[in-house]
């Protein structure tokens, strides 16, 4: 199974986001079977779905796209840490679908590119922000005009990967990384995925009024208001 992804795919992750439990702190992303997801279905393309969009009123054809690009940026959500647990192919929309999580777990017989390119499309589903973010400027441009493949051992080296291991023990490090993040303060968790999502578009002054802000708060929480 290689696990390609679909616009009624899109549509059932986002109704999985819906319904997520209030308690839920972590959410990990998986693939089964030999890849964690080959990219856009192929069949798909070729059934003319992209044509119809493309004949679409920009309204219609954009509102939809933005449908699409939800099923992945509700990764970001605040009050979730999320992984991808990610093995043999992350292609195209897969590779995007890794991006979208916090963290990313990688087995050691992955393999990422950024296809797009190859069928004269762009990344659209939130995935050039997160890769520039990731690598910088060069090196997501260099991988996103070539849809070159990147090993595990490429991504760890150049900061896609925040662990690689055997692909045997892939879910063993997963649940390792999930029970350490469990292990801390929920409120102090989320304060710091706060500060830490939006440091890059804050001023150093900006990112130290953030932390004032946000240890003032947990320390109200943790020892009262002092009234």
Not at 65 to 76: C, E, N
Not at 153 to 178: F, M, W, Y
Not at 181 to 186: H, K, V, Y
Request: glycine share 10%; charged share 25%.
């Amino acid at each position: 199974m290689l696990n390609a992804q679909t616009p009624a795919m899109w549509a059932e992750i986002n109704e999985i986001a819906r319904d997520l439990p209030g308690d839920v702190r972590v959410v990990v992303v998986r693939g089964e079977g030999r890849a964690f997801s080959a990219g856009l279905d192929r069949q798909a393309a070729a059934s003319g779905e992209l044509a119809k969009l493309a004949a679409s009123e920009d309204s219609v054809a954009l509102a939809r796209i933005a449908g699409y690009q939800q099923a992945f940026s509700w990764l970001h959500r605040p009050d979730i840490v999320t992984i991808a647990a990610v093995h043999g192919h992350a292609i195209g929309a897969g590779f995007q679908l890794a991006l979208a999580c916090d963290l990313r777990v990688v087995a050691d017989d992955a393999k990422f590119s950024m296809a797009e390119v190859a069928l004269g499309l762009v990344p659209d589903l939130g995935g050039t922000k997160r890769l520039v973010e990731l690598v910088g400027y060069a090196r997501a441009m260099e991988l996103c005009v070539t849809g070159r493949r990147v090993s595990a051992d490429e991504a760890d080296k150049i900061g896609l990967a925040n662990l690689v291991v055997p692909v045997g023990d892939l879910d063993g490090a997963v649940r390792d990384l999930s029970a350490a993040i469990l292990a801390g303060n929920r409120d102090a968790v989320v304060e710091i995925k706060a500060l830490l999502a939006g440091a890059h578009g804050r001023t150093y002054e900006a990112q130290l009024r953030a932390e004032r802000e946000a240890q003032l708060r947990r320390m109200r929480e943790l020892f009262g208001s002092g009234e």
